[in-house]
Nanobody, 121 residues
Framework: QVQVVESGGGLVQPGGSLRLSCVAS????????MGWYRQAPGKQRELVAR???????NYADSVKVRFTISRDNAKNTVYLQMNSLKPEDTAVYYC???????????????WGQGTQVTVSS
């Protein structure tokens, strides 16, 4: 019983900024990593940024420098600060949690419901 909930999306003009938040809750044993993925209409879901429990960070080439991922381990929360937004950043952004549920020995992926980010003038 694990829940992943993201928030913070909205409509922003090109060049603007948004900050997304994601919280994992429930019967969590260990979190190995949390990250952000996005899916635009007609496109496959793609990695935006991911941070592991060892603070290893991966960014998509298209968002490097502009986006910053961070985490608060005490709150099981990950953030995505998005600056210098472009129309091509428009997508539904999904939070992913790579974790071991409490009482198990296996590793699973959990996904949030998604939050819409629209970049338009």
């Amino acid at each position: 019983q694990v829940q992943v909930v993201e928030s913070g999306g909205g409509l922003v003009q090109p060049g603007g900024s948004l900050r997304l938040s994601c919280v994992a809750s429930g019967r969590i044993g260990s979190i190995y990593g949390m990250g952000w993925y996005r899916q635009a209409p007609g496109k496959q879901r793609e990695l935006v940024a991911r941070i592991t429990s060892d603070s290893v960070i991966n960014y998509a080439d298209s968002v490097k420098v502009r986006f910053t991922i961070s985490r608060d381990n005490a709150k099981n929360t990950v953030y995505l600060q998005m600056n210098s937004l472009k129309p091509e950043d428009t997508a539904v952004y999904y939070c992913n949690a790579d974790l071991r549920p409490r009482g198990t020995s296996r590793r699973y992926d959990y996904w949030g419901q998604g939050t819409q980010v629209t970049v338009s003038s």
